[in-house]
């Protein structure tokens, strides 16, 4: 079976999911990046560590930490970046424009929201929502309703799964789960504390933790057996908490159902029948 294309991350990307998690010295080099590229292509090292108030060294330890080997990679990445993105068309500023504009930001940032996830790590995720023999599916805040419908969804193509709404039934529930079972965390930040939690109690009796989160190097991340970076569709972390990484994670759950309804054949395709007659027997005519 020939291998997907790669999606090389751009460098916005890999800053992007990596911000929270670093030093404050390298955060504050990087966020400048975000904050004015075309000015940073034109600069050196120097340059920008001047402008910052840092030394040079952090520039270049910056640029590691996110996967470049220094200071001049990144710049040529992030010159090549800029290349491709292209004009931004102007839909105007009444109340259709902007769902147009938003609309046609979000349809050229979806391409980027797999770049940091691997083969390997998706295919473990897999496994554990396919051969798990219970499977919860948790999340607090803004990310709970997509633990719903992930959970809806999954029970849908012949996987069952099960949401739990109030925190502290996620933690017990989490907490009677075992080795073989799986618990799916979702959350944007990777530090919400009542997630955090409730994927201590899933570890503590054994179960398989999958963390589904927006940033690297997060506190979720750090309990979690397999970790799914979904980059966000912005690359503020202010607006990654708003509303926009939701969007991406609602892409990736979609998605990861539809690999699990395909991996489980027969199975799902005779739920998906009784799905069917659910529906029709509760439509009106």
């Known amino acids: 079976m020939p ?13 992007s ?8 010295s390298e955060r504050r080099v990087l966020e400048e990046v975000l904050a004015r590229p075309d000015l940073v292509v034109e600069s050196t090292a120097q340059d920008v560590a001047d402008r910052i108030g840092v030394g040079r060294s952090t520039v270049v330890r910056a640029c590691q930490s996110i996967g470049y080997k220094g ?7 992030l010159a090549a970046e800029l290349a491709h993105a292209g004009g931004e068309v ?5 109340a259709l424009g902007r769902l147009r504009g938003d609309i046609a930001a979000l349809a050229a940032a979806l391409p980027q929201i797999t770049a940091v996830l691997d083969e ?12 798990s023999r219970r499977l919860l599916v948790l999340a607090n805040g803004l990310s709970a309703p997509l633990a719903t419908d992930m959970a809806m969804r999954l029970t849908a193509v012949g996987r069952p799964a099960d949401f739990v709404a109030d925190s502290i039934g996620q933690q017990i529930a989490a907490r009677g789960l075992a080795p073989g ?31 589904v989160t927006s940033f690297r190097g997060s506190p979720l991340a750090d309990l979690a057996d397999v970790e799914l970076v979904v ?3 912005a690359t503020t972390f202010a607006r990654e908490l708003e509303r926009t990484s939701r969007i991406a994670l609602a892409v990736l759950v979609e998605s990861l159902v539809a690999v699990v309804a395909d991996r489980s ?14 529906l029709s027997d509760n439509l009106a005519d």
Do not use: F, M
């Open 3 to 15: 291998s997907s294309p790669d999606v090389v991350a751009h460098p916005t990307v890999r800053i």
């Open 17 to 24: 999911t990596a911000l929270p998690s670093l030093h404050a």
């Open 71 to 77: 200071y001049p990679q990144l710049r040529v990445a």
């Open 90 to 94: 102007d839909y105007g500023t009444s």
């Open 120 to 131: 390997a790590t998706v295919e473990r995720a897999v496994d554990a929502l396919t051969g």
């Open 181 to 211: 079972d799986g618990c799916v965390v979702l959350s944007g930040s990777g530090a919400n504390e009542a997630s955090l939690k409730v994927a201590r109690a899933a570890r503590q009796g054994g179960a398989t933790v999958v963390a």
């Open 231 to 233: 980059a966000p569709a």
């Open 265 to 278: 054949g027969a199975a799902a395709a005779e739920i998906h029948d009784h799905v069917l007659d659910v």
